[in-house]
């Protein structure tokens, strides 16, 4: 649990432009009332970017820098390589921070390199499952049959034909001392695995289930029970993990059918149409059941 | 103290003498043998700089980016592809205004795949930002190097600068080097990096911010003036280098038999070095013949060229890149800056040489001087081709 003033320590600040409704703002206030101030922020290309720091207007009272799109683990990097030579790092908090698109698809060579030379940067993923910021199209995070406007549904297709890529696992791959995933619907969990990552020292990987309000198409009320509902069904395991090994996971305390999860998003309503979106759900649960099985979250 | 030195080593031993905090690079052909010379360096402790290998050319500028937010010196080294793939970098860099030196062992672009000497990677970077400088021997190199740096810091100018240095011709070529022995005097001539805003916990500012369109363009403008306002600061560079080190190579230009010239050669990199040797020659038959070095390519020295070739009639420009589809670049530069001047009436031959590593040697120039005279504004000219079956 955190302070009263940790919990109101202003570091990123009201004001910013996000959507009503936006998980990742949410996820960001949490993570930086326990970050707090001593941390230097590198920040990808995204949402995040635009939203909070419109010149002149800044969100952040911490130093923060947004170089690229690719780059945030890298230049991260430069940073944590400065306050280190200057003998300046003890006791600050090196973050780097992307979406899944800047973190798992265009950024990953960076951000391997960060993980494989063990930097010591906690790197955030805001996972919200596709290109949010250039209007919802699809990324290596997104999840199987998921309307996006390049994996549109149609006559030849149920939306993305994949199902997202395993990214927990590929920074577990790199024998990092930290790896958890959180999720904007369990704000208590999410900060509890900041505040640990924040203790140790070496690369870290931490990332957050963020519902999008207008990528999910879904009302701006639903995003915490979304985020929840991921988790409950299993389709988002939360867990934490030591270099290769999964130390603890959020159990689901009701397992949860997949459809109610999806039927309240826009991005999966074609899956509700006929016979042979039912399938395609039935894939999905099956998705679900297999993290259920290979986390052992029941 | 004088020592013979691979281009190379001259270049990391610059870099030694100015204390980097942060150096960040990844290999490339011909850049190797420096960033493997400063790994040693800081391996023996000589050299008290954090060395990051990375995983790409992207991630290096990168890395020295997020280190130089901080206020720190920094420094990378590339060539050709790897100075292409950073090139989004570079931009980058340029436009948050942070002093990041960079060497470009310069080296041809594929395809095809070649690992020689030219300039197309330079020209390729032209409009990014960045400060070009393009030395012309291993001796220039190193004093360039120290330079670089001083001119990147200047809080007027706040501009990456990239010292090109032709690949294996200068990198991999040995020659004697007089090397500085104090390093408290390149300290009093370096002073250490005193930047405004920088990445700091106690004094937190934002870097990077989203630019729309109502400020955008003003920045923009920020940047093209301290371009503009470094030439005086690169003149100064020269000269106080030359009080404390006593080493000179011209400021923005330099000139070689330009006095009673009526042509003029016109070139930059190592081939300065050859064309001065064919002018001597090309003097002793009675030709009226000088050189012009392009010391620094961005910012353009347009006053220093226009003065220097008040007199003359005739210019040949001798380059190692080409614009498919214009012809030279240097050569068109060259005539914009005559024609805006009113000397469009001086005649311009613009010729691409030795790309990919074809060597250029003095009988290659004489004859280049011959045609020349027969030949009147011609632009994109390749020299030296084979004739191929």
Redesign the interface.
């Given at each position: 649990m955190l302070t009263k003033e940790e919990t109101h320590n202003g570091i990123f600040t009201m004001g910013h432009t996000a959507c009503s409704g936006c998980a990742q703002s949410m996820s960001v206030k949490l993570i930086m009332e326990v970050l707090g101030?001593?941390?230097?922020a590198?920040t990808s290309t995204g949402c995040l970017?635009?939203f909070s720091?419109?010149?002149?207007e800044?969100s952040?009272?911490?130093?923060?820098?947004?170089?690229?799109f690719?780059?945030s683990?890298?230049?991260?990097?430069?940073?944590e390589?400065?306050?280190?030579?200057?003998g300046k790092k003890d006791g600050?908090t090196v973050l780097g921070q992307g979406g899944d698109g800047g973190t798992a698809d265009i950024g990953i060579?960076?951000l391997?390199?960060m993980f494989?030379?063990n930097q010591d940067i906690l790197y955030i993923c805001y996972d919200n499952g596709a290109y949010m910021n250039t209007g919802y199209q699809r990324s290596g995070l997104t999840p199987l049959n998921a309307y996006t406007t390049t994996s549109p549904s149609g006559k030849e297709s149920f939306g993305n034909s994949r199902p997202k890529k395993y990214m927990p696992e590929i920074a577990m791959a790199h024998r990092i001392p930290y790896t958890a995933v959180a999720s904007a619907g369990y704000p208590l969990d999410l900060q509890k695995k900041v505040k640990k990552a924040k203790s140790i020292k070496g690369a870290k990987y931490l990332q957050v289930d963020v519902p999008c309000v207008p990528g999910w198409k879904y009302e701006p009320r639903y995003s915490v029970k979304l985020a929840k509902l991921a988790v409950q069904t299993g389709l988002y395991p939360l867990f934490e993990a030591e270099y290769d090994k999964i130390i603890s996971v959020k159990k689901i305390s009701r397992k949860v059918p997949v459809e109610e999860y999806l039927k309240l998003q826009g991005r999966f309503k074609h899956l509700f149409k006929d016979e042979a979106g039912k399938a395609e759900i039935e894939k999905i649960q099956n998705i679900a059941d297999e993290n259920i099985a290979r986390y052992a979250l029941i | 103290m004088r020592q013979v030195l691979e281009g190379s080593m001259a270049v990391s031993d610059g870099v030694r003498m100015v204390e980097p905090h942060v150096i960040s690079a990844y290999p490339i052909t011909p850049q190797t043998h420096i960033v493997e010379h400063l790994s040693k360096m800081v391996a023996d402790g000589n050299l008290k700089s954090e060395f990051i290998m990375v995983e790409s050319e992207h991630s290096a500028a990168s890395v020295v980016l997020g280190a130089s937010a901080c206020g720190v010196r920094t420094y990378t080294a590339t060539a050709s592809q790897g100075l292409i793939y950073m090139e989004e970098v570079i931009y980058n860099i340029a436009g948050m205004r942070l002093p990041v030196v960079l060497t470009v062992a310069n080296r041809a672009l594929s395809a095809p795949i070649n690992i020689w000497n030219d300039m197309q990677d330079a020209m390729a970077i032209r409009d990014t930002g960045a400060i070009m400088l393009v030395a012309e021997n291993n001796q220039e190199a190193y004093d360039m190097h120290i330079q670089a740096f001083k001119i990147a810091e200047n809080p007027d100018v706040m501009l990456p600068v990239v010292v090109n240095v032709d690949g294996f011709v200068l990198t991999h070529t040995f020659e004697i080097v007089e090397t500085i022995d104090s390093i408290e005097k390149v300290r009093e001539y370096l002073p250490p990096l005193d930047m405004k805003y920088k990445l700091d916990v106690d004094n937190p500012y934002s870097f990077g911010t989203l630019g729309e369109p109502s400020v955008y363009m003003e920045s923009r403008y920020n940047l093209y003036n301290a371009m503009n306002l470094s030439k005086k600061v690169i003149v100064e560079a020269a000269r106080e280098f030359k009080n404390m080190f006593g080493k000179f190579h011209g400021a923005l230009i330099d000139t070689y038999k330009m006095d009673d010239a009526n042509t003029v050669i016109i070139a930059m990199g190592s081939v300065i070095g050859t064309i001065k040797d064919a002018v001597d020659e090309l003097r002793e038959s009675g030709k009226k013949i000088g050189v012009l070095k392009i010391r620094s390519f961005r910012p353009f020295p347009e006053d220093e060229i226009v003065s220097a070739l008040r007199n003359v009639e005739n210019i040949i420009v001798m380059e190692k890149a080409v614009s498919p589809g214009k012809g030279g670049i240097l050569s068109v530069e060259i005539r914009d800056t005559l024609y805006k001047n009113k000397m469009a009436s001086i005649n311009v031959n613009g010729y691409i040489l030795g790309l990919g590593g074809r060597d250029i040697t003095p009988k290659n120039i004489y004859d280049l001087v011959v045609r020349a005279e027969r030949e009147e504004n011609v632009d994109g000219k390749f020299i030296g081709l084979r004739r191929l079956e």
């Open positions: 101030k001593n941390t230097i590198a970017e635009v720091t419109r010149y002149p800044s952040w009272r911490i130093p923060w820098i947004h170089s690229l690719e780059n683990a890298a230049v991260a990097s430069g940073i390589a400065a306050l280190k030579i200057t600050i060579q960076a391997s390199g494989e030379r | -």
